[in-house]
């Protein structure tokens, strides 16, 4: 009787799992998650998308079209301070008969010590500008809750954020926008529900909550012969991981720093990866289409 009991609340928590586990959303009854972002780095499947992109300090490297795409395709645009400028450079190195086809803003948020007062002024006549001078958070966190507001007072549901940044430069800002994501959970500068990834050159990365996730990877990922993934303990030891799908699975293993940090680790060709951890960690994988235009050709003409 007790076989057959426990036989029925397995089937019933299954069923649970597959009705509420959503993309990237937690189930408070089971703590599951799963994540795909096919929709945001696929050009055709952005506008079923509900995503905001912020455009950070920092060089935009990845691929013209595919930027271009994300951000017209995006319900919000955001410039934080010196991200302004990065982007005016970005659409002035655009084809002429291509710049009047990119939106403008709808924000411009910063305490705006990097943004040129020509490039400000340049865009405060036709953009949303709100200045954030508290400098007990970065300007990052702050576009994050600028942005929550934004979208409360036009009532827009946005399901993710995209930030373009770099993990080049200053140490201490790539650091500091690893803080951020953190942030985003523990003070809620956005929604409960939504995702906030940060896309660095052709890297996306975000946080993998205690818990279990299961993380689709894409096609051109997952094969891509020079494939990366890593699964880093950020602020504590994450006492427990367990993976499938990788390369160099782990088992019920503690990751620390000092000991065992999953670094260039790889994909074993499985379309999903799973990850069951204690602790919060940073996941990163290379998606080689954000910078590579064969990818971002082949996807815009999948039959040649």
Known sequence: MNGTLNNMVGMICNVLYMQLNNCGTSCNLLKCW?????????????????????????????????????????LVRV???????????????????????????????????????????????????????????TDFSKALMELQKHCDQQELEIEDVVTICQSSGRLDQILGNIQTLFLAKEKTLLRPNTRLYIMTDDAVSWLLCPGHHIISIPEPTRLHKRAWCSLVPIGATCTNMTTSGLKWNLDDEPLRFGELVSTSNTFDGSEKVTVKCSNTVLWSMRVPSLTDAHYVRSESNPNP
Request: charged residues 25%; glycine residues 4%; proline residues 4%.
């Open 34 to 74: 799963k994540w795909d972002i096919t929709q945001l780095i696929t050009r055709q499947l952005q506008m079923q998308a509900k995503y905001a992109v912020l455009i950070l300090n920092r060089p935009i490297t990845q691929n013209q079209e595919f930027i271009t795409s994300l951000w017209n395709n995006a």
């Open 79 to 137: 410039t934080v301070d010196g991200g302004t400028n990065r982007w005016d450079k970005f659409l002035k190195e655009l084809p002429d008969s291509e710049q009047n086809t990119i939106k403008l803003p709808d924000l411009i948020t910063g305490d705006f010590d990097s943004i040129s007062q020509d490039i400000l002024q340049k865009y405060t006549k036709s953009c949303k500008v709100v200045h954030t001078p508290d400098q007990n958070y």
